[in-house]
T-cell receptor, first 113, second 115 residues
Framework: SQTIHQWPATLVQPVGSPLSLECTVE??????LYWYRQAAGRGLQLLFY??????ISSEVPQNLSASRPQDRQFILSSKKLLLSDSGFYLC????????????FGQGTRLTVV | GNSVTQMEGPVTLSEEAFLTINCTYT??????LFWYVQYPGEGLQLLLK?????DKGSNKGFEATYRKETTSFHLEKGSVQVSDSAVYFC??????????????FGAGTQVVVTP
């Protein structure tokens, strides 16, 4: 069966520090991968998605970037965090042959102080 | 553009009460519709889905029917339990296979069930 792992689960970082969040999918190959963010008091917003190694599409302009160095690895990064980057970050994957739904990880709660 | 509107919470219920969470959407074409649930401290789990008009999704006693005429996908459960306490998200999915996974989510509705 397929599983998705995100780490760390929680993170407290000072303003101006770098960020690296990692997401790994097991049990499938060539999935589509997604990063969503849930900011406080707001809904979920799609940040990035990837259909293959090295292929990244950004949905909204922001202080963050994403990379996909391996087929089942998706990384969310920032060179300098802002207070407004605080939120709950969720990674998700899907395969077209499995239907229109996506499967989400456990999330990373990031607090920028 | 596409959007999803769901009722604001929190919704507080007693155990065994009937739950309804309203969700309406705006979209061109006929998207797939979903309900995801987020239990405290966890990520999102797919609760149910419907991929075409008049489809009824169901899971764990929850049901939702895709109503094209009212552009709605209301979530219902006849008898809630304390373990149903969570945040529920209505979501609209992309309309082509290329855009599947790119969801438009509602703001989420927190449900609190008391013993």
């Amino acid at each position: 069966s397929q599983t998705i792992h995100q780490w760390p689960a929680t993170l407290v970082q000072p303003v101006g520090s770098p960020l690296s969040l990692e997401c790994t999918v097991e049990g499938t190959s060539n999935p589509n991968l997604y990063w969503y963010r849930q900011a406080a008091g707001r809904g979920l917003q799609l940040l990035f998605y990837s259909v293959g190694i090295g292929q990244i599409s950004s949905e909204v302009p922001q202080n963050l970037s994403a990379s996909r160095p391996q087929d089942r690895q998706f990384i969310l990064s920032s060179k300098k965090l802002l207070l407004s980057d605080s939120g709950f970050y969720l990674c998700a994957w899907k395969k077209v042959r499995l239907g229109p739904e996506a499967f989400f990880g456990q999330g990373t709660r990031l607090t920028v102080v | 553009g596409n959007s999803v509107t769901q009722m604001e919470g929190p919704v507080t219920l007693s155990e065994e009460a009937f739950l309804t969470i309203n969700c309406t959407y705006t979209a061109t074409g006929y998207p797939s519709l979903f309900w995801y649930v987020q239990y405290p401290g966890e990520g999102l789990q797919l609760l149910l889905k419907a991929t075409k008009a008049d489809d009824k999704g169901s899971n764990k006693g929850f049901e939702a029917t895709y109503r094209k005429e009212t552009t709605s996908f209301h979530l219902e459960k006849g008898s809630v339990q304390v373990s149903d306490s969570a945040v529920y998200f209505c979501a609209l999915g992309g309309m082509t296979t290329d855009s599947w996974g790119k969801f438009q989510f509602g703001a989420g509705t927190q449900v609190v069930v008391t013993p």
